[in-house]
């Protein structure tokens, strides 16, 4: 489930043409923390996965489950 996590969220912020850091300043985490989510080493509360669901204007259900986001 988080490759799929992992994945959706790094093509979403690449298609935004934003950096690592530049989303975790956006979102009020480190680059390190955003980096560990998108490299599966750490999962995020739901409070953060909101923030950077949000941010990506996608749902949290896109991030891990659905094939488009509706």
Do not use: C, W
Not at 42 to 56: D, E, N, Q, Y
């Amino acid at each position: 489930m988080t490759s799929k996590l992992n994945s959706r969220m790094i093509i979403a912020r690449r298609s935004k043409g934003e950096s690592q850091k530049a989303m975790a300043q956006a979102i009020g985490v480190s680059q390190v923390m955003i980096s560990n989510i998108e490299t599966g080493k750490r999962m995020g509360s739901p409070k953060m996965l909101a923030k950077i669901a949000k941010h990506l204007d996608k749902s949290v259900d896109y991030l891990f489950f659905e094939e488009n986001n509706s």
